[in-house]
């Protein structure tokens, strides 16, 4: 079982910024002024996906914003799309490429759900080891995964881009937690030391997202 009710201990072990309201047309700016006039559609497609899910329930703007990113969005990893081996992307850089790795989705759905309303304190960025099928047998790989928590003591529902539609954790036995994040904190799961240098690239996001327009 992914035990993602463990990572709720609330053991905060850095104070982060918090996330508000977007600002759309700096963010278009931001966009064209990057990317250029081609780049406009998907984010156009996103902006409306978001008003239109702004008067649906919190289960029903989960499904909409897992939806438009798993349609939308194809997968491809850091190296083919910036030429480096890590690379946390903001919500704009993901819609302007059409392509993203875990993180990168995980991100842009967290982004997404804040501005629809989803209070911060449901909702964590969660590092997993995903037992997946290799050419040799089974492997666990490194893999990001968004966390809705109902209540704490709720069994989370999580947002994946590896399987389409969003699960109990208690259902995912292929995922085992790590440490999960938001903008208010980071919880470790384990001891895992990898934590601070990837609290580091989450910092610079939310840095180079401000300077986009996401506040």
Known sequence: MLLLA??????????LTAVAGLDFDRL???????????????????????????????????????????????????FSIWGQSDYWATPIETLANGRADCEDFSIAKYYSLINLGIPVAKLRLVYVKALQNGPNGPLQQAHMVLAYYASPSTDPLVLDNLIPDIRPASRRTDLSPIFSFNSAGLWQGTGNQSSKSNLSRWQDLLARARAEGFQ
């Open 6 to 15: 463990a990572l709720l201990g609330p053991v905060s072990l850095f104070c």
């Open 28 to 78: 278009q700016q931001a966009l064209i002024s990057r990317f250029g006039p081609s780049s406009g559609p998907l984010f156009n497609d996103w902006r409306k996906m978001l008003a239109e899910g702004s008067t649906r329930s919190e289960a029903e703007k989960l499904r909409r914003v897992n939806d438009f990113f798993n349609r939308r969005i194809a997968f491809d990893d850091d």
